[in-house]
């Protein structure tokens, strides 16, 4: 099993400039979240889905942000514009509402820095 | 807006020795989750407890949780210089028959040789 993938795994930006973070959860999950970790903030959760649904977005910090699911294979994040105060690591995880430990599968995360 | 509370929020200890870890919440909760951070990688799990139970144990680890102070407790015994690493709790409630996760500061642990 492949895990889950996320690309890229290093972003330098300019602020003012698009950022689209890209998510592949694990086949069969059909819960899919995004978080972000910041030495100041810890982790916070932005928003997650569940059958490419939007359940709650009330983490993703104001309208620069948006999420999207297509499909059960693929999630984007994206920022516009992006500012400094973005940079992050930002996660990827997913889930299945059948697994008896509800446990979720974190990708190994995108560094977002933007100067 | 986060929800468990780690603590302490560093930890050091020599190799051998027990690692224990605290984590207080606020609302109720479906289950509550510990998982291991090694620096630059992503979260793994590590144990689940539910709401229903009080104590759990898999290897070297031991879980409790007490709902009625709204606290759990991670112990790692025997301690290994392998187990240096961040470890965090996450609270678990049902929204809309999904699961939502939310992960406290973490407890940054290291281990000394």
Redesign the interface.
Known sequence: DAG?IQSPRHEVTEMGQEVTLRCKPISGHN?L?W?RQTMMR????LI?F?NNVP??DSGMPEDRFSAKMPNASFSTLKIQPSEPRDSAVY?C?S?T?TSS?????????SRLTVL | SQQGEEDPQALSIQEGENATMNCSYKTSINNLQWYRQNSGRGLVHLILIRSNEREKHSGRLRVTLDTSKKSSSLLITASRAADTASYFCATVSLIQGAQKLVFGQGTRLTINP
């Open positions: 889950v819960s979240f978080y810890g982790l916070e959760l997650y569940n359940i709650d996660f995880a889930s509402r430990t509800g446990e979720l599968f974190f990708g190994e995360g």
